[in-house]
């Protein structure tokens, strides 16, 4: 999906969500309007969606992204509701709150979405452009603040225009951010949840629903995602640059020279559909033939420095 230049701002009537949710289903990314910030929203449960979101912020690093869904029943498809995740959701959803749980087995949401970690982020919100957006597309929908990595989050389509306009093909105007902060992200993976943003959901709002919680910055969480975490990474050696595969080894190749026979994380050399491969494609060859996967050099520019940040870790020893 090119740059469209630049992107449309609509007002969002029928016929705008109906479009929106039509882009979504054809892999676009497009801005649109929640109650906390707007959103720049993708097809959650599709690679090279989520590859178009990174690539649009130009985040340096695969953060994991927030899965919106329309309500609790939706969610329960991508996460596992221990009883105080249920008891938040219930309170506060749709809202403001986001909780980071453990991913539901089978969950169809992209893995790049999760940047390889066994947890996910749901939050139900209540705007109703984005709620009517959810329901159009009926499937999740990754979305980070829509802004370029660096800066403040947007709270009118204005904001998405002056800093993504150029790199979407669309944005819902929904009127300006009602909350104008980001959610309240809370965790609730076992042990005591704990909060790990704040956000207009206070941290008494969740405590007199669930209980003390503890305080910790969402970075300690996640300063290790993508192959790092235990979970994903593997167990195979990797190395990296290499041209041709030695002996015992398998080739994750990359662009056009990669030997036919081996898997290629872009045979065009797009670094979009390389990094919506990575992480099925690493995950393949580790569970295959071969003792070691060799990596052929992949450029440094756009998403490849986020490809290539994740492989440098995959390729460290503990
Ligand atoms: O209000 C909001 O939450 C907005 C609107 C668009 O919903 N979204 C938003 O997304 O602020 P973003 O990507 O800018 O911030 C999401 C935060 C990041 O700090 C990320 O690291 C954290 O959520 N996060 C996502 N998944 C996580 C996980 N599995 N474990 C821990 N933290 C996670
Ligand atoms: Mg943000």
Known sequence: MGAAMPADILPSDEDAIDRAAALLRDGAVVGLPTETVYGLGGDATDDQAVARIFEAKRRPEFNPLIAHVPALETARKIAEFQAAAERLADAFWPGPLTLVLPSADGSPVSELARAGLDTIAVRAPAHPVMQAVLRALDRPIAAPSANKSGEVSPTTARHVLDSLGADIPLILDGGPSEIGIESTIVAVTGGRPRLLREGACTQADI??????????????????????????????????????????????????????????????????????????MVRELDSGPGRKIQ???????????????????????E
């Open 207 to 280: 405590e007199a629903v669930i209980g003390a919680v503890d305080r910790a910055a969402a970075n300690d969480d996640v300063a290790a995602p993508g192959m790092m975490s235990k979970h994903y990474a593997p167990r195979k050696p990797l190395q990296l640059g290499v041209e041709a595969p030695s002996a015992g080894a398998v080739l994750l190749g990359f662009g056009p020279h990669a030997p036919a026979d081996c898997l290629n994380l872009s045979p065009v050399a797009d670094l979009v559909e390389a990094a919506a491969n990575l992480y099925r």
């Open 295 to 317: 990596v052929m050099p992949i450029p440094r520019d756009g998403l490849g420095a986020a490809i290539n940040d994740r492989l440098e870790r995959a390729a460290a020893p």
